[in-house]
């Protein structure tokens, strides 16, 4: 049996897990990391790594969430240009937003074929849970939104149906071609931003 780790070793295990992993997965993608090379790297054994995660995807998962994180406090704490009409503030969040993943190489390197792989792996709750938290995010950016005196037209689950969607075009960028995904998301973007306020 691996050996009882105290609530500090506990801590200080996952955010190794979390740096070593985004690393591995950056470099090998999801798919060809292993668990002995999670744990080989962090200095623990595959029964400990079973201690923190059920699998390497729930460990993925968590990285993911950390990005997603981060670029959603970003976007609510962006600051509204006040001469910029409304579609204009709202295009600008939602390419912070669906964009800004470039600037994190695990996620620009996030394919349709791991997203599908990383949706099989994980259980249905945990989906569940990371969906609702998904719509406690767009219902967040619709207050700060209206608060900023922006009107919105259409409902809130338009608008998380298209941020999904936008998502989707993006795990297809090896498909479209790195100057046409820039073009075309850039594009989309605009039409949805202009749909949500109306214009």
């Known amino acids: 049996m691996p050996k009882a780790f105290t609530e500090q070793e506990k801590e200080t295990i996952r955010a190794q897990m979390r740096e070593k992993g985004k690393a591995l997965f950056e470099r090998h993608g999801l798919k060809k990391t292993s668990v002995d090379e999670l744990t080989e790297a962090v200095g623990i054994s595959k029964g400990a790594f079973y201690l923190f995660y059920e699998s390497k995807e729930e460990l993925f998962l968590e990285i993911l969430e950390q990005f997603e ?17 409304g579609r204009k503030n709202v295009g600008t969040m939602l390419k912070r937003f669906l964009l800004t993943w470039d600037d994190y190489p695990l996620l620009k390197h996030f394919s349709k074929t791991e997203f599908d792989y ?20 767009t219902d967040q950016l619709i ?48 039409l949805s931003a202009r749909h949500i306020v109306g214009e």
């Open 69 to 85: 994180q981060e670029i959603q406090t970003a976007i609510l704490e962006f600051t509204i240009h006040p001469k910029a009409d």
């Open 118 to 137: 990383l949706v099989r792996k994980i259980p249905a709750e945990r989906i569940m849970k990371h969906a609702q938290s998904d719509e406690e995010f």
């Open 143 to 190: 207050r700060k939104i209206k608060k900023e005196g922006i009107p919105v037209k259409v409902s809130p689950r338009v608008i998380g149906n298209l941020i999904k969607s936008l998502f989707f075009i993006s795990l297809h960028r090896e498909d479209l071609g790195e100057p046409a995904y820039e073009e075309t998301m850039s594009l989309l973007i605009d």
